[in-house]
């Protein structure tokens, strides 16, 4: 199922070797972890609906199962489809975006280079972001803890744990007057999953990863500030 042959117990972290047990007569049992005498993965018989709402409320053993018993590769393609929904959605805000409904509209196709704009803004927002919580928990686990830390893993963690940001969807589809308070309460889902699977990657403590995952907000926030800078010095120059 998995390169490495290492997963773990969903209940208490400990590693094992095999999930389930695969009887020559047809039957399967599910492997008991030997640390907490529980099965090491319940999931693996959960319905992926139930695996779903167990990750909206940010439950431990959900994370643990994903992040570590599942080879769910689809991180970069979540990632992209996520600053698509969100360079949208800033679009959609901007003033003068919205004004006229009529496809003919041609200010609205010239504009199109701004959702461009918003896209990459977004994505440098994230690198920000991703880039800081790294380098804050290489410094924090690698030089001072003295633990390993393997950056792949922590990387899909976080791009996977990104996956709130599909919530833009409805809107997106629902433009109205409430979109800032919705873009926020998302936002905030979405550091609450990512402190919880940095919590899960490294099993530290909850300080340690909201510690981390404040860190890259203060990026995140620097870099969009630089960036708004640096568009009005731009504008200000050309008129
Ligand atoms: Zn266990």
């Known amino acids: 199922m998995m ?22 007569n047809g039957i399967l049992t599910i492997t008991i972890c030997g640390s907490c005498q529980k099965p090491v993965d319940k999931y693996i018989e959960y319905d992926p609906v139930i695996i779903l709402i167990d990750a909206l409320l940010c439950k431990t053993q ?5 992040l570590f018993n599942t080879t769910l590769n689809i991180h970069w393609k979540l ?3 996520c600053l698509l929904c ?6 959609s805000l901007l003033p003068g975006s919205e004004q006229s409904r009529d496809p003919a509209d041609i200010i609205r196709y010239t504009k199109e280079w701004e959702f461009y704009g918003m896209f990459g803004l977004a994505a440098l927002e994230l690198a920000a972001f991703c880039t800081s919580v790294l380098l804050f928990l290489w410094l924090v ?3 001072v803890q003295h633990r390993s830390l393997d950056f792949s893993l922590l990387l899909r963690a976080l ?9 833009v969807i409805p809107a997106v589809i629902w433009e109205h007057d409430y979109s800032p308070l919705c873009l926020s309460l998302i936002k905030l889902f979405v550091l609450t999953s ?5 919590r899960v990657i490294l099993n530290s403590s909850r300080r340690l990863s909201l510690t981390a995952v404040c860190v890259g907000l203060l ?3 620097c870099t969009a500030q630089v960036c708004r800078r640096l568009q009005q010095s731009v504008q200000d120059m050309l008129t």
């Not at 490495?4 to 999930?19: H, I």
């Not at 969100?86 to 679009?91: I, K």
């Not at 791009?159 to 919530?167: A, D, F, I, Q, T």
């Not at 990512?194 to 940095?198: E, K, L, P, T």
Request: glycine share 2%.
């Open 86 to 91: 969100e360079a949208y959605l800033r679009w």
């Open 79 to 81: 990632c992209v489809f």
């Open 159 to 167: 791009l996977l744990s990104c996956y709130g940001k599909v919530l």
């Open 219 to 221: 990026s995140e926030t």
């Open 141 to 143: 686990v690698v030089h």
């Open 62 to 66: 959900a994370f643990r199962h994903i």
């Open 194 to 198: 990512n402190s919880q699977a940095i």
């Open 3 to 24: 390169d490495k042959n290492v997963f773990r117990c969903v209940e208490c972290n400990e590693q094992a070797t095999e999930l389930h047990r695969d009887y020559s």
